[in-house]
């Protein structure tokens, strides 16, 4: 049974784990994607790696070219990812 802490306003359940912002747009389309999935913020994204929001702001900064953030889409001027990508961006950092 996932562990569900609390983080600010984002509920984390562990392992599997997609933050709930009631603020967030919802991701409709894409191949692979469910159709009701919402895409996370870059608070969510913190929440997520446990990580400050500061951090994700750099690395949103340096951009998905350097590694540090998965594929990234600006929705009216906010940064959202999509979970499915963060997933797969997540695994890809595997060592080992």
């Given at each position: 049974m996932?562990?569900l802490?609390?983080?600010?306003v984002?509920?984390?359940?562990?392992?599997d784990f997609?933050?709930i912002?009631p603020?967030?747009?919802s991701n409709r389309?894409g191949?692979?994607?469910e159709?009701?999935e919402p895409?996370?913020s870059?608070?969510?994204?913190?929440?997520?790696?446990?990580?400050?929001d500061?951090?994700?702001k750099?690395w949103v900064q340096a951009?998905?070219?350097?590694?540090?953030?998965?594929?990234m889409?600006?929705?009216?001027?906010?940064?959202?990812?999509?979970?499915?990508e963060?997933r797969?961006w997540?695994?890809?950092?595997?060592i080992?």
């Amino acid at each position: 049974m996932p562990v569900l802490k609390i983080f600010s306003v984002y509920p984390v359940l562990l392992p599997d784990f997609v933050p709930i912002d009631p603020h967030m747009e919802s991701n409709r389309t894409g191949a692979g994607v469910e159709a009701d999935e919402p895409m996370i913020s870059i608070a969510g994204l913190a929440a997520w790696l446990g990580v400050s929001d500061h951090a994700v702001k750099k690395w949103v900064q340096a951009g998905p070219a350097a590694g540090r953030v998965p594929r990234m889409y600006r929705i009216n001027g906010q940064v959202r990812f999509r979970p499915a990508e963060v997933r797969v961006w997540i695994e890809s950092k595997a060592i080992g």
